[in-house]
């Protein structure tokens, strides 16, 4: 593999602060993980907009993560993670912070950082996973290695104030999808003007447990289920209710065929019913989101 050297990573960006996380690290990737990112975003931007500075997230995704498990063993999907998160934590050093988001995901917070300093880091990014591939475990050259690991990322990039703070994760989770729909391989930049203006979509869900979740609440489902074969129909194992610090998991239970997976996604709650130890609610979701869901289930099959 060739060396990464510091000049190739260092680009030179305005942010000269830190986002630190005192919890544990992700026991595969050696980054933060998911809750420390939920921790840090608001922090930021708050700081970010007292400052009037801008605030870029490069939401980045593993292509064909799942070939990488299904062929040669998730020793070797968890080899991918670690090598490809080892050039993202050098590239962004410094200047910001990335995290495991879930899965093959990794997120960027990159503060202080206009739109075409966040652009130039994602392709910066992908340029070096891509003409750095993966050494054998036993350190010979990928070419004489039983198994190929070429590596390629997709990457989406968004940017605060051009993106409402509480959207830049949708946002760029959106840009990621055009990536990877337009043949991967590449970064892209959200675009706004793009945005799907059809009507919200109604979505029944059933959570196994009761909850606290009324009609007119927002909520956001963290991890959800293909059930029954519909992908209208969802499972929720995980919600919670923004701006009320109500959180709800729910791990037992049978994993309907497919396994889980995971995502995000958030609408009104527009019906409600409980009956028994299981509620039932039925709450709008924005077509394009519902799409991207749709589409991050279909690359996972």
């Known amino acids: 593999m060739a060396e990464i050297t510091e000049k190739e990573t260092e680009l030179k960006f305005p942010w000269t602060g830190e986002l630190d996380w005192t919890g544990e690290l ?30 870029s997230v490069i939401m980045i995704d593993i292509d064909h993560f799942k070939d990488f498990n299904d062929r040669w063993g998730h020793d070797t999907g968890d080899r991918v993670l670690r090598h490809v998160c080892g050039i993202i934590r050098k590239t962004v050093k410094y200047r910001g912070e990335a995290y495991r988001y879930g899965g093959e995901e990794i997120t960027i917070l990159l503060p202080n950082t206009s739109n075409d300093e966040a652009m130039a880091t994602a392709e910066h990014i992908r340029e070096l996973i891509f003409r750095n591939p993966l050494e054998s475990a036993d350190g010979t050259s990928p070419e004489s290695s039983e198994v190929p690991l070429a590596v390629t990322v997709s990457l989406g990039v968004s940017n605060y104030p051009d993106v409402a703070g509480s959207e830049l994760l949708v946002a760029a989770d959106q840009a990621l999808y055009v990536a990877k729909r337009e043949g991967r391989n590449r970064a892209v930049f959200f675009d706004s003007t793009k945005r799907d203006d059809s009507p919200p979509v109604t979505v029944d869900v059933r959570f196994p447990s ?92």
């Open 26 to 55: 992700d026991s595969v990737t050696g980054i933060p993980p998911r809750n420390a990112l939920d921790h840090n975003l608001p922090l930021m931007l708050r700081l970010m907009g007292k400052e009037a500075m801008p605030l």
């Open 210 to 301: 009761s909850s606290s979740v009324s009609e007119g609440t927002y909520i956001i489902l963290t991890r959800w289920f293909r059930h029954r074969g519909e992908l209208t129909e969802i499972e929720a194992r995980e919600i919670s209710i923004p701006g009320q610090g109500q959180h709800r998991e729910i791990a037992e239970g049978p994993v309907p065929p497919g396994g889980p997976v995971t995502a995000e996604i958030r609408g009104r709650v527009t019906a409600v019913e409980r009956r028994g130890n299981c509620t039932f609610f039925s709450f709008e979701v924005e077509a394009e989101v519902l799409n991207l869901m749709f589409h991050h289930l279909r690359d996972r099959e």
